[in-house]
């Protein structure tokens, strides 16, 4: 999850922090820290992927169905898709009439489409001639106008050699044949400011020139930029979420650098926070930036914080009074999406809120 979804090693390797993270802004976001929702429907499996759009939220995972459209206030049900496999990322297109699903199912509404199907936000009709596919599991998507940006773990799609890494139109599902960066492994996380598209991974090249597992691509030309940071840390060899504000680049990663933050132009490092495993999800709303993962603390210096905390985007310093419990800490919080009203998590944990009663598994929305 990231800004263009608004509209989501077992040993501590340090504890080492920039000293650019510093005080506390003056006021905080006013998310409460018990989970206020869904409040009817419940899903039966990990929720794996977030996109918002007006007054629909959509959620993606390995729950019945595999993707679901709820009330975006409540959480009410509003349909749910028959995908035979994991539903991993989601998109909406530009125009709101669709939402785009990446995954590992190979068949959605009973007809083939393998790893990539859109689908009408009305009422979860899946697009019969719609038929990008991929060669393996999409891990996410970006839409950009009347394009569809996907990374994942295949080697081809649509019948290109183009490993991790795709473009179709959002309208047709046909490729994008002018977008052809390729990496040497996986694309785990892409995030997109307007001008560029930002990917994350754990590859070491992109187009055949070494990269840190980041890397950018011009939205118009779609050439491979020369922004190449350094790695956030030593054993920091994957991305797992990217989100991008237009001023900063913010990465999910390893222990020693779950959040840290990179300028878009210089690939420099601004911050970075350490925790005691993986962030895995990014969202931002509000002034805050939410990293989701598999942590029961984040910061040496801070108060422990179960798989999910906010924190100051200028210094990465934590947010005192959002305080989410959740049951079942591994593998943690896998999708994040915010807006001004409602924060959604979603992963693998059996259950959110004070004990008891520990409800909301699987999903839960914070107002």
Do not use: K
Not at 313 to 330: E, I, L, M, S
Request: glycine share 14%; aromatic share 10%.
């Amino acid at each position: 999850m990231r800004i263009s979804r608004l509209l989501v090693t077992w040993v501590v390797t340090g504890f080492a922090l920039a000293a650019s993270v510093g005080l506390a802004p003056a006021a905080w976001g006013t998310y409460d820290s018990a989970p206020v929702g869904p409040t009817s429907w419940v899903p039966d499996g990990p929720v794996l992927a977030v996109a918002v759009s007006g007054d629909q939220v959509f959620v993606g995972g390995s729950f019945t169905g595999g993707l679901a459209a709820l009330d975006a206030s409540t959480g009410a049900l509003q349909w749910t898709a028959n995908a035979n496999g994991m539903v991993r990322a989601l998109a909406v297109s530009s125009d709101g009439s669709h939402v785009i699903a990446g995954g590992a199912f190979t068949a959605v509404g009973g007809a083939t489409h393998r790893r990539l199907a859109s689908l009408q936000v009305a009422d979860g009709t899946v697009e019969p001639r719609w038929r990008a596919s991929a060669g393996g599991t999409v891990r996410d998507l970006v839409v950009h106008g009347d394009v569809a940006y996907f990374g994942g773990t295949f080697q081809s799609h649509n019948g290109i050699q183009q490993r991790g890494l795709g473009a179709v139109s959002v309208t047709t599902g046909r490729a994008v044949t002018g977008f052809t960066a390729s990496a040497d492994a996986n694309v785990f996380a892409l995030a997109t400011d307007g001008a560029r598209l930002y990917l994350g991974g754990n590859f070491t090249a992109v187009n055949g020139l070494l990269r840190n597992s980041l890397a950018s691509v011009d939205l118009d030309t779609h050439a491979l930029h020369a922004w190449n940071p350094r790695r956030a840390c030593t054993g920091c060899n994957r991305y797992w979420d990217l989100l991008a504000d237009g001023t900063t680049v913010y990465a999910a990663s390893r222990n020693g650098a779950a959040v840290s933050a990179f300028d878009p132009a210089t690939g420099a490092q601004r911050w970075r926070v350490a925790a005691n495993s993986d962030g895995q999800a990014l969202a931002m709303a509000d002034g805050l930036l939410y990293v989701g993962g598999h942590f029961t603390w984040i910061r040496s210096d801070a108060e422990p914080r179960i798989i999910l905390a906010a924190l100051n985007p200028g210094t990465g310093a934590v947010d005192p009074n959002f305080r989410p419990r959740f049951v079942t800490t591994y593998p943690g919080i896998w999708a994040l999406a915010a807006t001004s009203t409602r924060l959604y998590a979603g992963g693998y944990f059996t259950g959110a809120g004070a004990s008891p009663p520990r409800r909301f598994p699987y999903l839960a929305m914070f107002g």
